[in-house]
Nanobody, 126 residues
Framework: QVQLVESGGGLVQAGGSLKLSCVLS????????MGWFRQAPGKEREFVAA????????WYTDSAKGRFTIFRDNDKSTVYLQLRNLKPDDTAAYFC???????????????????WGTGTQVTVSS
């Protein structure tokens, strides 16, 4: 059974940092592209960042560039999202997702992913 478990969310002041983690179990992590999405109340789920199965390619939404970093540790079957210089607009539930597309993985489309975590809440106060 494939399972994704996120952790690391919390309440932080604007300008602060958080490090989100997501552990994949039930299939071979190293053969999965991984992504992070977020969803604020009343809004659609949106792409934040993704990393290829090799770790050599990363993608970010414009608002995340320069502030967020996605990276992976295949030995720990874990993908991370380092959040820096957080803003109140970053407040959302953050979800990680796994994709088996490998060579055709572009990261930004929710339809590329076939497994999702249940989310971790990030709240940024002003």
């Amino acid at each position: 059974q494939v399972q994704l478990v996120e952790s690391g969310g919390g309440l932080v002041q604007a300008g602060g940092s958080l490090k989100l983690s997501c552990v994949l179990s039930g299939r071979q992590f190293s053969r999965n592209g991984m992504g992070w999405f977020r969803q604020a109340p009343g809004k659609e789920r949106e792409f934040v960042a993704a990393i290829s199965w090799t770790g050599e390619e990363t993608w970010y939404t414009d608002s995340a560039k320069g502030r967020f970093t996605i990276f992976r540790d295949n030995d720990k079957s874990t993908v991370y999202l380092q959040l820096r210089n957080l803003k109140p607009d970053d407040t959302a539930a953050y979800f990680c997702a796994a994709s088996r597309l490998m060579y055709y993985f572009t990261g930004e489309n929710v339809n590329e992913y076939d497994a999702w975590g249940t989310g971790t809440q990030v709240t940024v106060s002003s």
